[in-house]
């Protein structure tokens, strides 16, 4: 006995038709996708490598300066520092209004707020007004790097966003050359062409108060206090403050 075949409605053929296109459609989508983010995570690799190997070439470089001048009985004088972290180390009592806007500029505007200052004469000018309210030195490459990776966040269309992805960074800082957070570090530690750009899209870092407390913050650092300039120094205090 033959079986009937039944008949299939033309819509739901056209159904199926069109569920299947859209299916291979969404595959070669993912495919093609998988394919771009491959590309970009190989791409930031590569610059992340690279930016590490030249981090060592300059440290190999300096030691071996030091070693040549102590050999000669000579003294080896490193380079000024180009960036200076700002912590603010005292609140809002007994503000000047001259301080109070410089401190505005710094964005400093909470205590334990910590940002990066590009070293010159109108910034020092500034630092030293601001001096008994701050602490400020000249961090390493691994304490900006902690600072963005931990306490990390971008302004996105006027908008406090952790850095959780390189897309973050890209989509603020693609013109610039700058698409992953190694980029971003590079571009701060260096004190790049575009420096200003990278540092006004990090907001500015959230510090917790150091383990073991300040010592002293009515004295400068120079007699035994906290405030002012206590230049290499300022990477211990950020390590107790993360």
């Not at 053929?13 to 190989?42: D, G, M, P, Q, W």
């Not at 966040?153 to 693609?174: D, W």
């Amino acid at each position: 006995m033959e079986v009937e075949k039944r008949h299939v409605p033309e819509t739901l053929l056209k159904k199926r038709a069109r569920n299947t296109k859209l299916a291979e459609s969404r595959k070669r989508f993912i495919a093609k996708r998988k394919e771009s983010a491959k590309a970009r995570n190989e791409e930031y690799a590569k610059r992340g490598q690279k930016y590490y190997e030249a981090a060592q070439k300059e440290q190999k470089d300096l030691v071996a300066l030091r070693r040549k001048a102590r050999a000669e009985n000579s003294f080896y004088v490193p380079a000024e520092a180009k960036v200076a972290l700002v912590v603010r180390i005292r609140g809002i009592n007994k503000l000047a209004p001259q301080v109070r806007k410089i401190l505005q500029l710094f964005r400093l505007r909470q205590i334990h707020n910590a940002t990066l200052v590009r070293i010159n004469r109108a910034t020092l000018n500034m630092l030293k007004k601001i001096e008994p309210f701050v602490t400020f030195g000249y961090p390493t490459r691994k304490t900006i790097a902690d600072l963005v990776y931990k306490r990390g966040f971008g302004r996105v269309n006027k908008q406090r966003i952790p850095l959780t992805s390189n897309e973050i960074v890209a989509q603020s800082l693609r013109k610039f050359n700058i698409i992953c957070v190694e980029d971003l570090i590079n571009e701060l530690v260096t004190c790049g062409t575009h420096f200003k750009e990278a540092n006004n899209f990090l907001w500015s870092f959230k510090l917790a108060s150091p383990k073991g407390g300040f010592n002293n913050k009515r004295h400068p650092y120079q007699q035994g206090g906290d405030w002012g300039n206590r230049e290499e120094d300022i990477n211990k205090l950020v390590r107790r403050m993360l």
